[in-house]
């Protein structure tokens, strides 16, 4: 069965740092890879996904199957970066059926 | 477009009671996926359908069901609650699935 691991529940950085959320993924197949984000008092939303390859808000993450890791990262974190995070996996052809990781809670200090 | 929507918001039952949630896809969605949060297992897939036919179930044992109508509108419905089925019910709609699914805020059950 799928699985994905967000190994960090809280991570605390302050604006400008470089920031990395973890995630790390066990499934059989080609899976499909993407973080969502939820923003204090907001619903659930897409941040990327693998395919896309797109950089949203400064956000990357690549998948690197050798390790089965889908890291997210920012060269620069900003204060309104801060949410909770939430790394997700698809099976590919059935896009809806998504497994969530625990998420991990970005703070960005000033 | 208008977001998708969920109703109520907010629900508090006792146990052996039912529940019936719903959501509103946002327009032109086929797919609706629907999924429990809770603090200690996280967010977990419930089932999706698709064209009023469910085609996806998670691990969820028969009192969880759903069911959706012919203008995409799903319900999902609950019977004989336990305490353990509070939590945050969220569901998310897509064109076809397989794109970008789409969040609604969710509704709170709590079961006493």
């Known amino acids: 069965a799928q699985r994905v691991t967000q190994p960090e529940k809280l991570l605390s950085v302050f604006k400008g740092a470089p920031v990395e959320l973890k995630c790390n993924y066990s499934?059989?197949?080609?899976?499909?890879l993407f973080w969502y984000v939820q923003y204090s008092r907001q619903r659930l939303q897409l941040l990327l996904r693998?395919?896309s390859r797109e950089s949203i808000k400064g956000f990357t993450a690549d998948l690197n199957k050798g390790e089965t890791s889908f890291h997210l990262k920012k060269p620069f974190a900003q204060e309104e970066d801060s949410a909770m995070y939430y790394c997700a996996l698809s099976e590919g052809t059935s896009g809806s059926r998504l497994t969530f990781g625990e998420g991990t809670q970005l703070t960005v200090n000033p | 477009k208008a977001g998708v929507t969920q109703t109520p918001r907010y629900l508090i039952k006792t146990r052996g009671q039912q529940v019936t949630l719903s959501c509103s896809p946002i327009?032109?969605?086929?797919?609706v996926s629907w999924y429990q949060q809770t603090p200690g297992q996280g967010l977990q897939f419930l089932f999706e359908y698709f064209s009023e036919t469910q085609r996806n179930k998670g691990n969820f044992p028969g009192r969880f069901s759903g069911r959706q109508f012919s203008n995409s509108r799903s319900e999902m419905n609950v019977s004989t609650l336990e305490l353990g089925d509070s939590a945050l019910y969220l569901c998310?709609?897509?064109?076809?699935?397989?794109?970008?699914?789409?969040f609604g805020p969710g509704t709170r059950l709590l079961v006493l």
């Open positions: 327009s032109g969605h086929r797919s």
């Open positions: 998310a709609s897509s064109f076809s699935g397989d794109e970008t699914q789409y």
């Open positions: 693998h395919i």
């Open positions: 499934y059989s197949g080609s899976p499909e």
